[in-house]
């Protein structure tokens, strides 16, 4: 046999064999793969705006609500504060009347005298 006739038995051998279709299917396997990776990768990347707009959103949303609890908060802290105050002058003034008693005692703090008409 000559270098032609090997030449078309080893092709023949190949083809009925497979050859190099193992390499091949192996190939693309693993460009499947690969091009299944990469797609959900970009399904990721595409789908991670969407996420961070949600997730955006319900931070404002909570952070409105907590500054108007806060706000609200704010406001009846300063009044009990008055109103501490309120009570601890008329306390004190009382206190020095009844140390030194002349005339009627003190009248109480405006405030007091409100808190003792409406409770609030």
């Given at each position: 046999?000559?270098?032609?006739?090997?030449?078309?038995?080893?092709?023949?051998?190949?083809?009925?064999?497979?050859?190099?279709?193992?390499?091949?299917?192996?190939?693309?396997?693993?460009?499947?793969?690969?091009?299944?990776?990469?797609?959900a990768a970009a399904a990721r990347a595409n789908?991670?705006?969407?996420?961070?707009?949600?997730?955006?959103?319900?931070?404002?949303?909570?952070?409105?609500?907590?500054?108007?609890?806060?706000?609200?908060?704010?406001?009846?802290?300063?009044?009990?504060?008055?109103?501490?105050?309120?009570?601890?002058?008329?306390?004190?003034?009382?206190?020095?009347?009844?140390?030194?008693?002349?005339?009627?005692?003190?009248?109480?703090?405006?405030?007091?005298?409100?808190?003792?008409?409406?409770?609030?």
């Amino acid at each position: 046999m000559n270098v032609g006739e090997w030449a078309a038995v080893i092709g023949a051998t190949g083809s009925v064999l497979g050859g190099g279709g193992w390499f091949v299917g192996r190939a693309t396997v693993k460009a499947a793969r690969a091009t299944a990776d990469a797609t959900a990768a970009a399904a990721r990347a595409n789908a991670a705006p969407a996420q961070q707009a949600a997730d955006l959103a319900v931070l404002q949303a909570t952070v409105k609500r907590v500054d108007e609890e806060n706000g609200s908060l704010r406001g009846r802290v300063f009044r009990l504060e008055s109103l501490v105050r309120a009570f601890s002058w008329t306390v004190d003034e009382l206190y020095r009347w009844a140390r030194e008693p002349a005339g009627t005692p003190p009248e109480p703090h405006d405030l007091v005298k409100e808190y003792n008409r409406t409770g609030v």
